[in-house]
């Protein structure tokens, strides 16, 4: 009984986990989106042709960091930016617009990273699924078979639920990792929008 | 004396005008955001059941339904208390509903059974459970309340059907993933909304065929990014909004040439609508970002953006 209620389990595993049509080794249900755009957050002054490189101003340098790193709280973040908005002067559009540039392009980076790593995650949680498949076949033959040696059907039914153990492990774990693309647009979006406001 | 009265009625006109209330269901934090649109911020948030998604009121402004799709229930909200005081017989996950232009009865679709409950609010009674396409998703109802329209995820079709013969009397084609569909006020077109195929189909209610389909660009945005979901007509029926999702735009179209004559950027993943009474303003749903967006109608632009619970899904205006 407890047998079957595994090879049921193992059933349910895999079907939750069969992939999209779209790209087969991606695992989150969000649709997979590999780079943002700057136009889904920003309707502003182009960027494009903008002089100057923000590494050599170390205060522009330390609000880029401050804004592309994602342990800073967006309410800091958000009143760095006002703050520099006052200090910066006649500069500050010029400036504020190098920061938007070099925190959408870290941000996307980072994000895209997150992406591939989603990706490779996909890729080997699908192996995984195939080989509890694959073993749970086995473990069913073996059952089936009153030959079969005892010692042997019970290690198979060791190696499957741990088997599945991991799966379901690693799936949970993903609910939480296929939202970190979400969170970093999230992040890019609010910082376009106070720059934004603070050009204003 | 009446010259003052005048007066003051101008001062204190601008006020009035504004005084309206706005409900944002957040979706993932299972509440309600009250939101005051004089002061323009969330005032208060209610608890509510799981997973609220579509949400009205009733024409008189007194209560505010909203659909608890994991509860199988819609919850019916005193206006004027904000307590949950009973709820409406919905059948299962209602996602999203109706209400007939008159302000009854309630046409409600039930994503899991294939079914439109119809339901008369004053006596919370079922009047009629209508069979329709597979996972119906989007609804509408004709001005007239004899044809329902209900879009269907898997056959990407809007069905039409006969209330009065419960029966399907049309299945018109559109692109991938049909969302919402929108009567337009004179009953004489519908729009159903595209989420994957990125296009608005308009569709002619009584030949039942596509006259027009609207398709989006933005620069700099890739085409996957145009998913279209909520869609409002102005009073005069002249001006169609479009939400487009993760594009963070609203697409604002003139209803006579079908043209995108402005885009504007709201918050992200915008997903549904709803006016003031007097027109002034759009609210939009923005499910990313976490609030709403408060566009000026008459000026196109976007005023504000007043943060609301996880996951904003629906918004309705108190029409008080």
Same mark, same amino acid.
């Given at each position: 009984?407890?047998?079957?209620?595994?090879?049921?389990?193992?059933?349910?595993?895999?079907?939750?986990?069969?992939?999209?049509?779209?790209?087969?080794?991606?695992?989150?249900?969000?649709?997979?989106?590999?780079?943002?755009?700057?136009?889904?957050?920003?309707?502003?002054?182009?960027?494009?042709?903008?002089?100057? @490189?923000?590494? +050599?101003?170390? &205060?522009?340098?330390?609000? #880029?960091?401050?804004? *592309? %790193?994602?342990?800073?709280?967006?309410? $800091?973040?958000?009143?760095?930016?006002?703050?520099?908005?006052?200090?910066?002067?006649?500069?500050?559009?010029?400036?504020?617009?190098?920061?938007?540039?070099?925190?959408?392009?870290?941000?996307?980076?980072?994000?895209?990273?997150?992406?591939?790593?989603?990706?490779?995650?996909?890729?080997?949680?699908?192996?995984?699924?195939?080989?509890?498949?694959?073993?749970?076949?086995?473990?069913?033959?073996?059952?089936?078979?009153?030959?079969? @040696?005892?010692? +042997?059907?019970? &290690?198979?039914?060791?190696? #499957?639920?741990?088997? *599945? %153990?991991?799966?379901?492990?690693?799936? $949970?774990?993903?609910?939480?990792?296929?939202?970190?693309?979400?969170?970093?647009?999230?992040?890019?979006?609010?910082?376009?929008?106070?720059?934004?406001?603070?050009?204003? | 004396?009446?010259?003052?009265?005048?007066?003051?009625?101008?001062?204190?006109?601008?006020?009035?005008?504004?005084?309206?209330?706005?409900?944002?269901?957040?979706?993932?934090?299972?509440?309600?955001?009250?939101?005051?649109?004089?002061?323009?911020?969330?005032?208060?948030?209610?608890?509510?059941?799981?997973?609220?998604?579509?949400?009205?009121?009733?024409?008189?402004?007194?209560?505010?339904?909203?659909?608890?799709?994991?509860?199988?229930?819609?919850?019916?909200?005193?206006?004027?208390?904000?307590?949950?005081?009973?709820?409406?017989?919905?059948?299962?996950?209602?996602?999203?509903?109706?209400?007939?232009?008159?302000?009854?009865?309630?046409?409600?679709?039930?994503?899991?059974?294939?079914?439109?409950?119809?339901?008369?609010?004053?006596?919370?009674?079922?009047?009629?459970?209508?069979?329709?396409?597979?996972?119906?998703?989007?609804?509408?109802?004709?001005?007239?309340?004899?044809?329902?329209?209900?879009?269907?995820?898997?056959?990407?079709?809007?069905?039409?059907?006969?209330?009065?013969?419960?029966?399907?009397?049309?299945?018109?084609?559109?692109?991938?993933?049909?969302?919402?569909?929108?009567?337009?006020?004179?009953?004489?077109?519908?729009?159903?909304?595209?989420?994957?195929?990125?296009?608005?189909?308009?569709?002619?209610?009584?030949?039942?065929?596509?006259?027009?389909?609207?398709?989006?660009?933005?620069?700099?945005?890739?085409?996957?990014?145009?998913?279209?979901?909520?869609?409002?007509?102005?009073?005069?029926?002249?001006?169609?909004?479009?939400?487009?999702?993760?594009?963070?735009?609203?697409?604002?179209?003139?209803?006579?040439?079908?043209?995108?004559?402005?885009?504007?950027?709201?918050?992200?993943?915008?997903?549904?609508?709803?006016?003031?009474?007097?027109?002034?303003?759009?609210?939009?749903?923005?499910?990313?970002?976490?609030?709403?967006?408060?566009?000026?109608?008459?000026?196109?632009?976007?005023?504000?953006?007043?943060?609301?619970?996880?996951?904003?899904?629906?918004?309705?205006?108190?029409?008080?």
């Amino acid at each position: 009984m407890k047998r079957q209620v595994l090879l049921f389990q193992a059933g349910v595993l895999l079907a939750a986990a069969a992939p999209g049509p779209r790209d087969p080794d991606w695992p989150c249900q969000q649709i997979k989106i590999t780079h943002l755009s700057l136009a889904a957050v920003w309707s502003g002054p182009a960027l494009d042709g903008l002089h100057g @490189d923000w590494r +050599e101003d170390p &205060q522009l340098s330390d609000l #880029v960091q401050d804004l *592309a %790193q994602r342990r800073v709280p967006l309410d $800091q973040a958000q009143a760095k930016i006002r703050a520099f908005a006052v200090q910066a002067g006649d500069q500050k559009a010029t400036k504020l617009l190098l920061a938007l540039s070099a925190v959408f392009d870290l941000l996307d980076s980072e994000r895209s990273s997150v992406i591939d790593g989603l990706d490779r995650f996909g890729a080997r949680q699908k192996e995984l699924a195939a080989t509890l498949r694959e073993d749970t076949e086995k473990l069913r033959v073996m059952q089936a078979d009153p030959a079969s @040696d005892a010692g +042997e059907v019970n &290690q198979m039914v060791q190696r #499957v639920t741990w088997e *599945a %153990q991991v799966f379901q492990d690693r799936r $949970q774990a993903l609910s939480y990792s296929c939202e970190v693309p979400s969170k970093i647009e999230q992040r890019v979006f609010a910082i376009a929008r106070s720059i934004q406001e603070a050009l204003e | 004396m009446k010259w003052a009265a005048f007066g003051l009625w101008l001062a204190v006109a601008p006020v009035t005008a504004l005084a309206y209330t706005a409900y944002v269901t957040n979706e993932r934090d299972n509440t309600i955001s009250v939101v005051d649109l004089d002061q323009m911020k969330t005032v208060k948030t209610l608890p509510v059941g799981q997973r609220p998604r579509g949400i009205t009121m009733t024409k008189d402004g007194s209560q505010i339904l909203v659909c608890a799709s994991d509860d199988d229930t819609i919850q019916i909200i005193d206006a004027a208390t904000l307590r949950i005081v009973g709820d409406l017989p919905s059948g299962p996950d209602p996602e999203t509903f109706a209400l007939h232009v008159s302000g009854n009865p309630l046409y409600v679709s039930n994503e899991d059974d294939n079914m439109i409950t119809v339901i008369d609010i004053p006596t919370r009674k079922v009047l009629a459970q209508v069979p329709t396409g597979v996972e119906p998703e989007g609804m509408a109802v004709s001005p007239d309340g004899q044809t329902i329209v209900n879009t269907s995820e898997t056959t990407n079709m809007a069905h039409f059907l006969d209330y009065r013969t419960r029966k399907l009397a049309a299945a018109v084609l559109v692109d991938a993933r049909p969302r919402v569909a929108v009567f337009k006020h004179d009953g004489s077109e519908v729009w159903v909304s595209s989420e994957l195929g990125g296009t608005v189909s308009v569709i002619d209610p009584v030949k039942h065929v596509v006259t027009h389909k609207i398709a989006f660009q933005v620069q700099g945005l890739r085409a996957e990014a145009i998913q279209p979901v909520g869609i409002r007509f102005t009073a005069d029926d002249s001006t169609a909004f479009v939400a487009l999702g993760p594009a963070n735009r609203i697409a604002v179209i003139d209803t006579d040439t079908y043209k995108v004559k402005k885009l504007l950027l709201v918050g992200q993943r915008v997903w549904q609508m709803a006016f003031t009474p007097d027109q002034k303003y759009l609210l939009t749903t923005n499910g990313l970002s976490n609030d709403i967006s408060v566009i000026d109608v008459a000026n196109l632009d976007v005023v504000k953006s007043i943060q609301v619970g996880r996951l904003p899904w629906g918004v309705v205006v108190s029409p008080k």
